[in-house]
């Protein structure tokens, strides 16, 4: 099994348009966030190196897992 390991950094500018997505879409949004976590770390956080990440993707073949530290 192949397994792929990303660091993602938080950013608060994101945080607060997804925050606001979630008033205009009167909760839709964070409700697909919920069904697709890795949707939710693409929108709140950045790309960085595994050493400066507070939240980490796992991919594998088989499915995605959220980790948030």
Known sequence: MEQEIFGFK???WRK???????IFSIGLLKL???WKPE????????PCNL???????????????????
């Open 16 to 22: 607060v348009l997804c925050l606001l997505g979630y």
């Open 10 to 12: 938080s950013e608060r």
């Open 32 to 34: 697909l966030f919920y």
């Open 51 to 69: 050493a400066d990440a507070d939240t980490i993707l796992l991919r594998t073949i088989v499915s995605t897992v959220y980790c948030q530290l």
């Open 39 to 46: 949707l939710d770390v693409w929108c709140h956080c950045v």
